[in-house]
């Protein structure tokens, strides 16, 4: 691509900071449809690179290894040179995690922004010159302004001259299947304040995804419209699991109720499968932080509604477990359980939020043995996450089998959480 008339940049290096589960399988289909484009993602995280570098990549996502060693060392490459990723990129895409805040204010449902803020002020003190620079983190509403601010307070104290164009591109990817939500998005929808800044971006993907599904945006339309789809997604599961409970309760198949109720046109099939409760990395995330900015601005009636979809996928998840005890005579001390599945969806590894937790954990502070089994998910993860929810795990409790045969033998129970398709394959 040659240099932008109106912008003054060159356009044919795209840095990306943040190799995880947005960036990798991103930059892997931008790299792929823009041969002619230079695609490089930086992190800081060695060992996460070195595993983009090899044959076992750091995340599962089905297609995407394909497309990565169809492209890497060609167009495509993982590097941990931050300072020369940014120093030769054109437009910088900011990629990294915004957790929620587990301390001060907000602690519990604000984002938490110091990776996001880190990158602003990383990109500000190695751009040799202008850049457009694309929020891909799932961020509160306002947070490009912020970007803008550090960014521009740093060139005008180092007295340069150089432009940043702020960009908001917020991703919709599902695990599972993201390699076909980038293949054939939805929409692809782009936030920002200058028109040109917006078309740059809005070319590249017209490489592979038709002009009518680019939409564009002012800058907080497009910050907010992320956290709005999360929720509004959440919000059907938390319905429809309150429906389950009603049905078990009455003897209706809430199935049936879920199909009867998904031929409506206006409603429509999708998210209403009941479930142990939603999990990953995104949905609670950002509900809470759409709670949490409800109450800022005031809106206490509005935030209680969001809550309430969040205290009703934790419901689900301790209803659920508290079923299992009752079914085995009110107590499971010292009895095995097995557990099929603890990513938080089929067909990831990321353990994020996943109701397994919750399910592992209430039944082990019951006295059970409980025997996990899962085809993706590495034990240093799940022992990562209950430690990040601050969770006691006692290994003689929690054990992590090599095959479902070795976690169903001689169990009390088999409690299926994820919905892998190879679990409806087996001998029971």
């Known amino acids: ?12 290096r795209i840095c990306c ?3 995880g589960y947005v960036g990798g399988p991103t930059m892997a289909t931008i790299a792929l449809k823009c041969p002619q484009l230079e695609v490089v993602i930086v992190d800081m995280n060695e060992d996460r690179i070195k595993r983009w570098n090899s044959d ?3 995340i599962y996502e089905p297609g995407l290894t394909e497309v990565v060693k169809a492209c890497r060392g060609k167009n495509l490459f993982f590097s941990t040179d931050v300072k020369k990723g940014i120093e030769e990129a054109d437009i910088i895409f900011a990629s990294v995690n915004t957790p929620t805040k587990t301390q001060g204010v907000g602690k519990g449902r604000a984002a938490d922004l110091r990776f996001i803020e880190s990158v602003g002020r990383t990109i500000a003190q190695y751009a040799n010159r202008s850049k457009i620079v694309i929020e891909k983190s799932t961020v509160p509403i306002k947070t490009a302004e912020a970007i803008a601010r550090v960014l521009s307070a740093n060139e005008a104290a180092a007295g340069g001259s150089k432009n940043f164009w702020i960009l908001s591109n917020p991703e919709f990817l599902a695990e599972g299947t993201a390699m076909k939500d980038l293949d054939a998005p939805d929409r692809v929808l782009i936030g920002g304040q200058d028109q040109d800044a917006i078309q740059v971006l809005a070319d590249v993907y017209a490489n592979w995804v038709p002009r009518d599904r680019i939409l564009t945006t002012n800058l907080w339309s497009s910050e907010l419209s992320k956290l709005v789809a999360n929720a509004m997604l959440a919000q059907r599961v938390s319905s429809i699991n309150s429906i389950s409970r009603l049905c078990e309760r009455t003897g209706a198949d809430v199935k049936e109720v879920a199909r009867a109720i998904g031929t409506d046109s206006r409603i429509g099939p999708k998210f209403l499968n009941a479930s142990v409760g939603f999990g990953g990395s995104c949905f609670q995330k ?3 932080n759409l709670v949490y900015i409800c109450q800022q601005f005031g809106l206490e009636e509005c935030a209680a509604y969001w809550q309430q979809v969040v205290d009703m996928n934790d419901y689900q998840k301790i209803a659920f477990t ?4 009752q079914s085995l ?3 499971v001390t010292k009895k095995k359980i097995a557990v099929l599945g603890f990513a938080f969806k089929k067909d990831t590894g990321d353990v994020r939020e996943t109701p397994a937790l919750m399910v592992c954990d209430m039944l082990m502070k019951d006295g059970a043995i409980v025997h996990v089994y899962d085809p993706k998910v590495l034990i240093e993860d799940a022992l990562t996450e209950f ?5 006691e795990v006692n290994t003689n409790q929690l054990i992590f089998s090599k095959s479902p045969q070795e976690a169903c033998d001689g ?4 409690v299926v959480v994820t919905e892998w398709d190879e679990f409806k394959t087996y001998d029971y």
């Open 329 to 331: 005579f009110n107590t």
């Open 17 to 19: 900071i943040g190799a």
């Open 56 to 58: 076992e990549l750091p």
């Open 286 to 288: 950002d509900i809470l």
């Open 322 to 325: 508290s079923k299992i005890i």
């Open 387 to 391: 430690k990040y929810h601050d969770l």
């Open 1 to 12: 691509m040659a240099e932008h008339a109106k912008l003054g940049v060159r356009l044919n």
């Open 411 to 414: 169990a009390h129970a088999i």
